[in-house]
């Protein structure tokens, strides 16, 4: 097959990859990208969309399962509703389909080409791409290597059988009786969650002392109490040693040493996600690595001149926003703008029940910086719309700079609080003090009018608590 | 235990008061007799002032750059035994009996003005309703007069209360520049640091009208690594010697239209003979002969011009609309100081021979280096040269000594290549740049006058003819 030659030359389709095409070929950069699935990664296909997709309809039909029995406070009584979870499945790939081609669209108007195939490096300026039709030979200037992450498998928990991924998990025909899920992580409870309020019998196993380890214990108090609500049993400080050889339970060593059976039916493995740096060759190239990552620099530059790196394959935060700021970085960089990594804030969120949103430093972080801070909290029991959705746990927190008020973090845990990480991530970009928070005219009733309250609980004169 | 007033004392003829130019002492010191108290300065000269007796100083009376009377009271001493004032007198009505210069000098006013403003200042901050745990590294705010930490207090006092408790605060080191994203895509766009502009928003934030002004200061600050911008001011007071040449120099500008004349001197021939006579180790009456400058010559070659053109040897009262033409030939060589511009006069030049110019100017140059010269050495010039030696460069606009009427200035020498007729030769050349008040003398007169002393000076011979 003829060789082509572009100037820029993605590797993985993911948002890093196609974010960084788009934006390329916006810019008028000669721009090939190369994927072996569908276009938008991890993200679309088998990550945040589809598993929000399921985590609505679990949400909806945990609802109307709390409506039947006429028990509901909002006087609604219904048939008990039933699941047909593969009708369930089949709208959720609607919607990733919509999107996929949505993605091929964008990629297609911005005048980037697509090859579909798996990439090889042969060295930094060449890649060999495996397509259906034969080996194709591109050569770049410059190459930007966006081959994202991939779940981490256990050696004792091979993905097999009913040992499963989350990949897996998006993608069953029936709900499971029993499932056991490894690993107390956001992502194991996000569809552990989704899958308890299925009506699965849900049990999570963490090695540590407490799930969700990432976030403060506080913030994560009212998810534990949804848990229970919800009756998912979680095991903490429990190491998973494999499945049972009828291949019906999940053998577990608890705190205490001894060992127990977990009965399952399906056995989810959510212990983290690793970056995808095999099988490309990066040994052609011989990049520096962080750790298991490809180590960067502020323009993501890896140490091979022309060679760019961006997404989960740099590091964590393994966020697809993270890449896609990144990919249009570097687009940028590649069609001769000046520009480096500044973003003061990566807002992250945790789609349990309720939902848990971070942006910038935590409390202790911001301790541990030496300076004097000032926190203010405001739950979300005294806002109006909270209680109008039944949605009362959780609260909004600012953590500020106590000398000139600068807000360092905003954390919120609460029934779709997701929705304020574009607030908090961009008062804390545009570098936001209390005051500017305080002063903003919040909409009433929202939930939003909780950050307002926070800040103003941070200055000493919060009005509705 | 008795109390001593030191008046100042009567230090020149005709003198009838003195600046005040260094204090020795602080009130509380222990001096004893003939320790120096003070320097105050007359027109020329900086007189010491000693303690007549033991004792502590419980009061000074004036201030550096007061001008003081003399007659006046300067100190008071705590004296063991009977002092000179009867008691009970208090210092102030003794000031005022002895009516301390009623000229009112800027200085005691400057000093009430900063009192005032570091008042203000001192209030804005009390009143400031949050504590600035900052300033230190901003060099506006520190600036040396506390009136503009009180401006810049009170004009950013307004936005600062209630709300921005570290207004303007510089950025600690290693902090993250605080500003939009927008505002950090130009900074980018722009090749602008952040790290180094200065942010006027709330908690520093940098916003794009920072960009634009850091941009009007000029980018290439930005570039500069290691480069700091400085934006202190040192507020020097004009004092003493300063201030005496700052009015003199001023007066001179203000009042004479200066005419400066530059001619070329060929000093081959004057640097021939110079070097012969230095060579020549007679030996003098008594004491070693000084080497010879060039200056005695130019000063023997004046004195033979002056012969021709009295009228430029004269001291122009242009008040009176007098003009003192000297028979004596006074003349004032300027020279520098550490303290700055003192003009020495060597006194009646005409009558000097070569040796006996080189020897006066050697030694005035010394006394007034040391600050020894008398009064009398520094005043009574009626013409006056100015020789920058080896730094006198090409040419000068020399200022007139006023009120003198003509100024010789004295510029580098230099070889340079001479047209001959057939063809150049290397010559010793040497400019003079002289001024003249040309109220009085005509360009004429002044051409005449420069180009007998190049006549003279080129064939040296003729210095000594009469």
Redo the contacts between chains.
Sequence with gaps: MKEISCKLLVIGAGPGGYVCAIRAGQLGVDTVIVEVGKPGGTCLNVGCIPSKALIHAAEEFDKVAHMAGGKSPLGISVATPALELAKTVAWKDGIVSRLNSGVAGLLKKAGVKTVHGWATFRDGKTVEVETETGSQVIRAETVVIATGSAPVELPFLPFAGPVISSTEALALSEVPKRLAVVGGGYIGLELGMAFAKMGVKVTVVEALPRVLAQYDAELTRPVLKRLGELGVEVITGAKAKGLSTRGDALLIETADGKNAKVAADRILVTVGRKPLTEGWGLEQIDLDMAGKFIRIDDQCRTSMRGIHAIGDVTGEPMLAHRAMAQGEMVAEIVAG????W?K?AIPAICFTDPELVTAGLSPEEAKALGGEIKIGQFPFAANGRAMTKQGEDGFVRIVA?A????VLGIQAVGQGVSELSAAFGLAL???A?L??IAGTIHAHPTQGEGFQEAALKALGHALHI | MGEYVIKLPDVGEGVAEAELVEWHVKIGDLVREDAVLAAVMTDKATVEIPSPVDGEIVWLGAEIGDTVAIGSPIVRLKVAGEGNVAPGSSPKDETAAAEITPTPSPSPQGGGERAMAADVSAKSEAGSPKKV?TPKSEPALQSPSPLWGGVRGGGTAPTAAG????SG?PRPEGE?P????AV?LRA??A?IDLRQVPGS?????IGHEDIEAFLARGPQLARATGLARKDGVEDIKIVGLRRKIAEKMALAKSRIPHITYVEEIDVTALEELRATLNKEKRPAKGAERAKLTLLPFLMRAMVKAIADQPNLNAVFDDEAGIIHQHEGIHIGIAAQTPNGLVVPVVKHAEARDLWDCAAEVNRLADAAKSGTASREELSGSTITITSLGAMGGVATTPVINYPEVAIVGVNKMMVRPVWDGTQFIPRKMMNLSSSFDHRVIDGWDAAVFVQRIKALLETPALIFVD
């Design positions: 703008h000046k520009r480096s500044d003061r700079r000398d000139n008020h600068l970009e545009m570098g003090r005051e500017d | 745990p709300s921005a408790p570290t605060a993250k605080l500003a939009s994203p950090r980018k766009e090749g928003g709330p908690a520093g934030r």
